[in-house]
């Protein structure tokens, strides 16, 4: 399925004007339309997507797996009750949006799931239990995607963070207080060792910003 950026923009059309900024500016400095190609088509089943914010990922899965149903949670009620009034308004039945953290939220067996730069809001430690925490929810076989960004070529990097800052301290449009980041190869370290096959892929070619995406394949 085609990734349509213009449909997705516009279940946001009668929202605040700060939200449609927020979310249009995602769209265009976000890789989404390569992000896609490593979506599996499921014909049935569970996806989540932890840290769904506004709902703009759960809602391209809700059509892109009009047979699965997508779970979103994320830890801010105010944007959990946005997506959900746009859910209800569009009539979508696929979704359910909840409020909830990431390393402790409850629910059904999943065959995909994504965390989509979230991570680097949590302490290492906190890191590490939510990807643990998946790993014991996911299906043999199951897809995870876990999107963060490099810490390389550093230019990148420093204006991925200046951005940041501007959103997490400044503006406060995202939760957080400090930005952990891990190294490349620690992510696939630590990945690994919670029981998935990981392949990584640079998603930044023409962006600004380093976009990197571990594609990890949950083993028996």
């Keep these: 399925m085609a990734f349509n950026k213009q449909e997705i923009l516009e279940l946001y ?3 605040p004007w700060r939200t449609r900024m927020h979310v249009m500016g995602r769209m265009r400095l976000f890789p989404f339309e390569h992000l896609v190609e490593h979506v599996p088509e499921i014909s049935h089943g569970a996806m989540l997507d932890l840290g769904c914010g506004h709902g703009l990922w759960p809602f391209f899965l809700s059509k ?31 979704i359910t949006f909840m409020t909830e953290k990431a390393e402790v939220a409850d629910f059904s067996e999943c065959s995909f799931a994504s965390i989509i730069d979230v991570l680097y809001l949590m302490t290492f430690d906190q890191q590490e239990a939510v990807l643990r925490h998946l790993s014991e929810k996911l299906d043999s076989g199951a897809t995870l ?7 390389t070529p550093r230019w990148k990097f420093l204006w991925n963070w200046f951005e940041e800052w501007l959103a997490v301290r400044a503006m406060k449009i995202t939760f957080g207080q400090r930005f952990y980041f891990r190294p490349e190869q620690e992510w696939v370290t630590l990945i690994e060792s919670l029981g998935f096959r990981v392949t990584k892929y640079r998603l930044d070619q023409g962006y ?7 594609v990890a394949i949950k083993q028996d």
């Design 64 to 94: 892109h797996c009009p047979d699965a149903h997508i779970y979103g949670i994320d830890p801010d009620d105010s944007k959990i009750r946005l997506a959900e009034e746009i859910r209800q308004s569009n009539g979508i039945e696929n």
């Design 208 to 214: 600004l910003h380093p976009h990197l995406l571990f």
């Design 13 to 15: 059309r009668n929202e």
């Design 145 to 151: 995607l876990v999107k963060v960004m490099s810490q």
